[in-house]
């Protein structure tokens, strides 16, 4: 019942890392938080920023920035966690995602939504449900389950974007 | 409904260990009344709840087991080790055919039949000694019946209780002659009617000899139904005219109560009026002793309690924080009250999740039972401290581990009776299990008094495996440890108990997951000596707060031997790692550089000395904290591969402290080092 309420919905969150654009359905997202005094765990890959208190309860940071094969920055005013369900496994989890800066929520209908090209594209297609096109912008829609739950990193080749 | 049904089978396999409990008690001492009644009324309970729920197959099987012990309860059988050997078995197949009601799986019909026919023999004996029994007692006792007025008013709810109340009557008319009149005074117009509610009062008047042999009838009704027994004559009344007529009468009549009272005033021995008060009495007391004294609560609720109460414990921690930086008097008055407060609810509820190590046992008691006999060797297994109370999470999962070990005394330890005697031993062997209290551990000790360790054997075999080198000299505490490790077994031949290889380690590695410890002693010849250390409670452990840069490490204060203050200095000029302090050379660790921090380290820093399976090993910290209550978090899938941090947990200011597990970081160090030696 609840993911059939979650599939349905239309509405992404849009989020920038460096100059573009991602978006995560809502029924993904659970709340967004400033980012707190984070607490590295040592040994841990590199895009694994560390794990903060959420209200009494431990919750696991990724940079998503690295996760994403960008260069690592500090952070700015701008800069935020998007707290999200992640399936893993079967089991749902619930991890940060440190972003540059969240963006707005747009409703994104079903037909506006294209196939990510296979060629050509940076980013591995299982991850990304498509793209739209939103004032002049491309905005990726991600594949939050699959994002995040990969141990590996997001960029199929080793060029960054500039 | 299913939610009825899970309460009916945890009950069921309660009423199960119960019973499996009081047959292996039986065993071991004397066949006492007491415990057979236990037994019968075990079986009439299951046998009443599981036709409620409709597992017909469970409650046919439990009526003829009930009625063999209903038989040894009143002296028509005798119980035989054979009885007691069926009963286990049977108790095994319940619990199998609990899981499996219409009998689906063909091994559980095959096994059902085959118990069914053992059961039904073991009744056909009884049959037999009853009925001879019957004859020897009609020949004596025709003589000596009285007649009896028998009033019996079930609760309101005892169709609720999966109770009828007619059975109760239709028993009665096995004990001999009755007469019975049904009051439906009390039963109200149509419309008005509960049907699930019992408005019928039964009076009887038997012809029989034993008032016991009533009262037993209605054993099984509940407290709140009324029963009252009535010595009327010594005489039979029943066959008497005049009483006939009468009783007719009364069953006529419109007032039957009223009339039923007229009746026995006229027949009734005036002296009998005491001994049915003093009877009311003993009931009102065994009233009073039914108070409810224990409820059952789901362990999720228990476990969502624990981790409100780690919440509070957390939240206090801050207020605590925030209330040293004010001067209001008031403020910190009400701090420390609450926390004192918050203390006793911990230590409450930790108490709560506490069961005692006994729940557990009758497990062991009954493996020892089966493997003895199947291995044919005579074993006493003793069993001492079994109210020492555990954590319930640890209770789970501690019950494989000793079963484990436990098999390998019996198999490997115990010798045979006439080795025994042999070596000047007693003809038994002994298996003691004893649990008890150090500081804050639980430990639990396994003794036997067999062959011991064999040490030469152990390090022959370690070589053969090439689990050590054969130059390798180790001490007698090392050779033992060897057993431990992945894929030693020594036993020559693979047994269906024990020695698949797959032993002692996994015993390790599930008593390490519990975060206790495993100590082994032998002594060729006397016996093994095995214990394990735990902690009291899963969820909360005492550890030493400490700080390196930034970021906040709790070690856990049970592995700490030492702290000590040295300067960068020191630790710079330290050679081939390793320090001199109290005159001793130590290895070390700095957690700094092993943790990848590259922030300059300050002037003095603290080396916190900690053991590791009877190495020390010192790890180099900044600065130490101080003592720290550590609510224990887990760090999630996501960091499941991060071995050398246990958990997490919050600090008094809100920041995340890494609990660290001193274990793994020495051994994920020393397997580093020795990378890079080669």
Redesign the interface.
């Known amino acids: 019942m609840k993911e059939d309420t979650n599939a349905n919905i239309n509405s992404y969150l849009t989020f920038k890392l460096g100059k573009e654009s991602f978006a995560a359905n809502v029924g993904k997202v659970l709340e967004i938080l400033e980012v707190?005094?984070i607490?590295?765990?040592?040994?841990?890959p590199e895009y694994?920023t560390?794990?903060?208190?959420l209200r009494?309860?431990?919750l696991?940071v990724?940079d998503t920035r690295i996760k994403f094969g960008l260069p690592k920055i500090d952070c700015t005013v701008n800069t935020c966690i998007i707290v999200i369900n992640v399936e893993?496994?079967s089991?749902n989890?619930i991890?940060g995602a440190l972003v540059d800066s969240v963006q707005e929520v747009l409703e994104i209908q079903q037909a506006q939504i294209q196939p990510s090209p296979s060629l050509g594209s940076k980013y591995k297609a299982e991850f990304l449900e498509g793209m739209t096109k939103y004032h002049e912008d491309f905005i990726m829609l991600l594949n939050i389950d699959k994002v995040f739950s990969a141990d590996e990193l997001i960029l199929v080749k080793d060029s960054l974007i500039s | 409904m299913d939610q009825f049904r899970r309460k009916f089978l945890e009950e069921a396999s309660d009423l199960l260990e119960q019973l499996e409990k009081v047959l292996l008690k039986i065993e071991k001492e004397d066949i006492v009344a007491s415990h057979v009644e236990e037994i019968f009324r075990v079986m009439h309970t299951l046998k009443g709840n599981s036709s409620m729920f409709g597992y017909e197959a469970v409650s046919e099987f439990t009526h003829y087991l009930e009625n063999i012990y209903d038989d040894i309860r009143k002296d028509e059988l005798e119980l035989s080790s054979q009885i007691i050997s069926v009963t286990l078995s049977s108790v095994d197949h319940l619990r199998s055919i609990l899981k499996d009601e219409k009998l689906e799986i063909t091994s559980n019909k095959v096994n059902h039949e085959n118990m069914m026919k053992a059961i039904k023999m073991l009744s056909s004996i009884s049959n037999d000694t009853k009925a001879l029994k019957e004859e020897l007692k009609d020949n004596t006792n025709s003589e000596g019946a009285s007649t009896w007025y028998v009033k019996f008013k079930p609760a309101k709810d005892i169709h609720r209780t999966g109770n009828n109340p007619l059975y109760f009557i239709d028993d009665l008319s096995q004990l001999g002659n009755v007469f019975t009149i049904a009051d439906l005074s009390d039963v109200p117009e149509l419309t008005e009617i509960d049907p699930q509610t019992c408005y019928i009062t039964w009076h009887n008047f038997i012809y029989t000899k034993n008032e016991d042999d009533i009262r037993d009838i209605f054993l099984f009704a509940d407290a709140q139904s009324e029963l009252v027994v009535e010595k009327i004559s010594d005489k039979d009344l029943l066959n008497s005219l005049k009483f006939s007529e009468d009783l007719k009468e009364t069953a006529i009549s419109n007032t039957i109560g009223l009339s039923i009272k007229n009746l026995l005033d006229k027949y009734s021995i005036p002296s009998q009026e005491e001994s049915t008060q003093e009877n009311e009495l003993a009931r009102n007391n065994h009233k009073t002793e039914n108070v409810i004294s224990s409820i059952r609560v789901s362990s999720n609720k228990v476990d969502e309690m624990m981790s409100l109460v780690s919440e509070l414990v957390t939240a206090q921690a801050r207020l605590n924080v925030l209330t040293q930086n004010t001067t209001d008097s008031k403020v910190s008055e009400i701090t420390e009250s609450i926390e004192k407060i918050t203390r006793r609810i911990r230590d409450n509820s930790f108490s709560i999740c506490l069961v005692p190590f006994e729940t557990i046992v009758v497990r062991f008691q009954r493996l020892i039972r089966d493997l003895s006999t199947q291995l044919n060797k005579n074993v006493k297994f003793i069993t001492e401290g079994t109210d020492t109370e555990l954590d319930k999470n640890i209770i789970e999962n501690l019950s494989d581990p000793i079963l484990h070990i436990l098999r390998n005394c019996l198999d490997h330890g115990i010798e045979s009776e006439n080795e025994r005697t042999a070596k000047g031993k007693q003809a038994q062997g002994t298996i003691l299990l004893k649990a008890f209290y150090t500081g804050s551990n639980v430990n639990i000790q396994i003794t036997d008094d067999g062959k011991g360790i064999d040490f030469t054997r152990v390090k022959k075999k370690a070589e053969e495996k090439n689990l050590i080198s054969k130059e390798a000299q180790l001490s007698e505490k090392e050779i033992l440890n060897l057993i431990f490790l992945p894929g030693f077994s020594t036993a020559e031949k693979v047994t269906e108990i024990s020695g698949r290889g797959v032993g002692m380690d996994v015993v390790k590695r599930q008593i390490s997951d519990l975060r206790g410890e495993v100590d082994l002693i032998s002594v060729p010849g006397k016996g093994t000596t095995l214990t394990i250390k735990l902690p009291l409670t899963l969820s909360i452990i005492d550890g030493l707060l400490v700080r390196i840069s930034d970021t906040h490490y709790i070690i856990p204060l049970g592995v700490i031997e030492k702290c000590h203050e040295v300067t960068q200095e020191f630790i710079e000029e330290a050679f081939d790692d390793l320090l001199a302090l109290d005159g001793e050379r130590q290895p070390f660790i700095n957690l700094r550089t092993e943790f990848c921090d590259t922030s300059t380290p300050p002037f003095l820093q603290q080396i916190i000395m900690v053991k590791s399976d009877d190495k020390k090993v010192g790890l180099i910290v900044d600065a130490i904290v101080g003592q720290y209550q550590a609510v224990l978090k887990p760090l999630g899938k996501l960091y499941k591969n991060i071995e050398i941090i246990s958990g997490a947990s919050i600090l008094g200011d809100g920041t995340v402290a890494l609990v660290l597990d001193t274990n793994k970081i020495i051994k994920e160090y020393s397997n580093s080092k020795m990378i890079i030696a080669i």
Do not use: A, F, L
Request: glycine content about 8%; aromatic content about 0%; hydrophobic content about 40%.
């Open positions: 707190p005094n607490t590295k765990v040592p040994k841990s694994m560390g794990v903060i208190n009494g309860n431990v696991p990724i893993m496994d089991e989890i991890v």
